[in-house]
């Protein structure tokens, strides 16, 4: 079965930091790329950032470019998003998707869908 399995939520202040991690099972990992999603309450769901692995290309929203640093370990199959210098913002559940990178997909293409979602991660920023 494919599992995104998305975890590092949590509550913390404003001006601090999380580390969210994005576990995946159940397809060619180094075949996907692998974004991340947030949607805040009252709001649509927005992207956050996306990694490429095969080129070596990131994505970032600018509401969190210099602030959020997305990695990967495929090694673990997993992907991680660091976010730093957190708003209260940046409050809203975080979820992790997979689009297979075969025919094409770039992360600037994220709006043509994703083949994978994961159950997402609360974050909450007090100001």
């Known amino acids: 079965d494919v599992q995104l399995q998305a975890s590092g939520g949590g509550l913390v202040q404003a001006g601090g930091s999380l580390r969210l991690s994005c576990a995946a099972s159940g397809f060619t990992f180094d075949a996907h790329a692998i974004l991340w999603f947030r949607q805040a309450p009252g709001k649509e769901r927005e992207v956050a950032s996306c990694?490429?692995?095969?080129?070596?290309?990131?994505l970032y929203a600018d509401s969190v470019k210099g602030r959020f640093t997305i990695s990967s370990d495929n090694a673990k199959n997993t992907v991680y998003l660091q976010m730093d210098s957190l708003k209260p913002e940046d409050t809203a559940v975080y979820y992790c998707a997979a689009r297979g990178l075969a025919p094409w997909f770039d992360c600037s293409a994220y709006t043509l869908g994703m083949d994978y979602w994961g159950k997402g991660t609360k974050v909450t920023v007090s100001s």
């Open positions: 990694i490429n692995d095969s080129d070596g290309s990131t």
